[in-house]
């Protein structure tokens, strides 16, 4: 034997195909043939049996092996034992590494799992069930044995899902059956007692926010009519020669409306109270409701409403309350012009049937909803309540009509739409007919003559003032464009706050929108400085203008400030969170308003400073330095017009059009939202950039001046170089040169 130590390089083959091998020892021969055998197919045995990890060995403490594993059909496994790890092999050791090894798992898969040479296999929480595991093995030529190896796997299932703990579960669950039978047959006076619970609950509930919505109402009630007081009050102390009358003029009537408001809340009280009583007096209702109608007449003509007084009977002397007559026919009139469009109809008509006098109020407005309808009397309570209504209001008026009418003994309904009317609300008041203490029946020829107080009826104007009839001299200069004065956008829809707030802007240009909706078409049209709005406003608020403002490309460079009576931290929080740039509660001061438009105009400036300098063509000292220290992120739509400009650089057709059509702007458009950010017009704009870029090019000394003009999209060289020469003081050349130098 050469006990391993041959000799390199000493081996020879003979014809026959036996080899010999030379060492220490002499020569080693044998024929290949006899040493191979392809064809030998090796058995294939399980070797090794792993569970969580741990080998298993024949009868140790997890008795799940008796024998050894080479010798076990079957095997047993509890649900803890689930990491099942089998080793195996092919008794062919030729070439073991080159043994191939082949695997299926019946009860889980039926397809042939190819292991290659790997001779182990693991499975992971296999659920309860049996299993077959079966194997098969191949030599190192890949011949597989036609025996397979199997071992029978049972994965025992955990208590909780055998038999008995099954039939467990029936057990409770039938229990539970009859127990919740059991509740089910006393649980009805419960029942009716929660019900009864809940009811107070939602009441009580519904009250409150009422009352939150009805003391909110009153802020924005209160604050509007006390910004005019304040505001105008300020300015006539300030400048006392100015226009006082108007202004005394609107303090008082904004006075008068927070009296009013004062008296409702006060009778209200009253009501509940029970203190309220009657003043009785004789007199001519017909002839009294006749001045109160008259007195809406001028209100109905500002909205092009039109008033009709269709009394069936001439003169009904009775006696009655004058006061709370008017309070209620006030309310009810005035609610149907707030519902009622322009050019719509208010009819108001008067009828004697028996003991009763009916007095009918129908419009021709929206109407309201059948679900609304039975609560339109109940306090606090509004029909809408959004931020978007055409009207202010508490929600109190009908109620306290209704209130005022029972307290008449007389009675209130409503009915939307009216009888035989497809639209509108028609309010119907009843009220007994008291007779007069000396009937006129019994008076004498020269007797017939009402007592003078009688027929003077009430001393009333409207309750609301809502001067749509009204407008406002604010001069627009929009289209003179040497103004540079800023353009504001003051979006209102209370007139007399309107008035006071320009009042306020003189400074400044100024447009004014009415809603939210046409505030926003005059922010896409006239490209405003700054907006200014009210946030409750008809069809579209505050919030949602200043929202669809920041959204749209056209507008949301504008910066928006907020002026609300909804003063409380949640809507404050909600305005800044949709972009406003301030928000300022009713009643503002003027000063401050100025100095938040002073600031927010200032910062605009400021980013137009930094652009005009950015694109500075003389390489002053200034803009090298604003340069060396440039901190502000240049704005997203100026970015997109530097860069479609500079894709377009050579070509000299660009003009302001393709670029306004690139952004989906129009000319007037594109023109006013660039020279809002940059303080340039389009065309200056474009020929910045390309004397800029012509700059960069000139410091290639390789490139001509002819090459660099074409290339900048100017198609003339020599117009090219006295429009450079204008704009730097340096000809191109001379640039170059003293660039060089």
């Not at 009153?218 to 009519?225: A, D, G, I, L, V």
């Not at 007081?229 to 927070?258: C, F, S, T, W, Y």
């Not at 004058?322 to 149907?336: G, R, T």
């Not at 400074?507 to 809603?515: G, H, T």
Request: include cysteine; proline fraction near 4%.
């Amino acid at each position: 034997l050469q006990d391993e130590e041959f000799k390199s390089g000493v081996f020879v083959k003979f014809p026959d195909g036996r080899m010999a091998f030379g060492g220490i020892n002499g020569l080693n021969t044998f024929d290949p043939k006899e040493v191979l055998d392809f064809n030998y197919s090796p058995e294939t045995f399980i070797t090794k049996l792993l569970v969580n990890n741990i080998q298993i060995l024949p009868n140790d403490e997890s008795k799940i092996l008796v024998h050894s594993i080479e010798m076990t059909k079957s095997i047993n496994l509890n649900h803890l034992q689930d990491i099942l790890t089998l080793e195996f092999a092919s008794l062919d050791f030729n070439a073991p590494n080159k043994n191939k090894y082949r695997y299926q798992l019946r009860g889980a898969q039926e397809k042939w799992v190819e292991l290659n040479n790997n001779n182990s296999v693991t499975f992971v929480k296999l659920p309860a069930d049996k299993y077959i595991f079966r194997l098969q093995g191949s030599n190192s030529q890949g011949i597989w044995n036609e025996k397979i190896t199997e071992l029978e796997i049972n994965i025992l299932p955990p208590w909780w899902k055998t038999w008995w703990a099954y039939l467990t579960y029936i057990f409770i669950a039938l229990t539970g059956v009859w127990a919740y039978f059991q509740f089910s047959l006393n649980r009805s006076k419960l029942q009716q007692e929660l019900a009864f619970e809940k009811r107070e609950a939602d009441r009580v509930r519904d009250l409150d926010l009422q009352k939150s919505q009805l003391y909110m109402n009153m802020t924005h009630e209160f604050r509007t009519p006390l910004t005019i007081i304040l505001g105008m009050a300020q300015q006539i102390g300030d400048n006392p020669k100015g226009n006082v009358k108007e202004g005394v003029n609107m303090i008082v009537r904004n006075g008068q409306n927070l009296l009013n408001l004062i008296n409702k809340m006060l009778n209200l009280s009253k009501l509940e109270s029970g203190k309220m009583i009657l003043d009785m007096e004789e007199g001519d209702i017909v002839h009294f409701i006749r001045i109160i109608v008259e007195s809406f007449r001028s209100y109905a003509s500002n909205k092009e409403i039109l008033l009709h007084f269709l009394p069936e009977i001439d003169e009904l002397y009775i006696s009655f309350d004058k006061d709370k007559v008017e309070q209620v026919l006030s309310n009810i009139i005035s609610n149907a012009y707030k519902f009622t469009p322009q050019k719509g109809h208010i009819y108001i008509s008067i009828k004697k049937i028996e003991d009763e006098i009916t007095i009918s109020i129908k419009d021709t407005g929206r109407g309201i909803p059948s679900d609304d309808l039975e609560r339109v009397f109940d306090r606090f309570y509004q029909v809408d309540n959004s931020t978007t209504r055409h009207y202010e209001g508490t929600g109190i008026g009908l109620a306290l009509s209704k209130e005022l009418v029972k307290l008449m003994n007389g009675t209130l309904t409503a009915q939307s739409p009216p009888v035989g009317a497809r639209l509108g609300t028609e309010f119907i008041l009843t009220l007994p007919i008291l007779e007069v203490a000396n009937n006129l029946e019994k008076l004498g020829p020269n007797q017939k003559t009402p007592p003078v107080s009688a027929l003077d009826g009430p001393t009333i104007t409207p309750k609301y003032y809502e001067h749509q009839g009204e407008t406002i001299d604010i001069e627009n200069r929009e289209h003179a464009s040497e103004d540079n004065t800023p353009l504001i956008l003051l979006v209102e829809d209370n007139m007399d706050v309107l008035k006071y707030t320009a009042s306020c802007l003189t400074d400044y240009r100024l447009i004014v929108a009415y809603n939210g909706q046409e505030g926003f078409e005059q922010a896409t049209e006239f490209i405003p400085d700054l907006i200014i709005s009210d946030v409750m406003m008809p069809i579209m608020d505050g919030f949602e203008l200043c929202q669809k403002v920041k959204l749209d490309q056209r507008t949301n460079h504008i910066p928006v400030i907020i002026l609300t009576a909804r003063a409380d931290f949640e809507s404050k929080l909600e305005g800044l969170g949709i972009g406003a740039n301030a928000y300022l509660p009713k009643p503002f001061e003027r000063k401050e308003l100025l100095l938040n438009i002073k600031n927010i105009l200032d910062l605009r400036n400021s980013l137009k400073h930094y652009y005009q300098l950015k694109l500075n063509l003389n390489d002053t000292k200034e803009a090298k330095t604003e340069s060396a220290h440039e901190t502000v992120p240049e704005d997203e739509f100026v970015l997109k017009i530097r860069e479609l400009i500079e894709l377009n650089l050579s070509n000299s057709d660009l003009n302001v059009e393709m670029l306004a059509k690139f952004v989906f702007l129009s000319h007037s458009q594109l023109g006013r939202k660039l020279d809002a950010i940059t303080g340039l017009s389009p065309n200056k704009f474009i020929r910045y950039i390309r004397l800029n870029k012509a700059k960069e090019y000139l410091s290639n000394e390789e490139l001509s001046i002819t090459a660099i003009a074409f290339d900048c999209g100017f198609n003339d060289p020599s117009y090219f170089s006295r429009l450079f020469k204008s704009e730097t003081g340096l000809s191109p050349m001379e640039w170059r040169e003293q660039k060089s130098a």
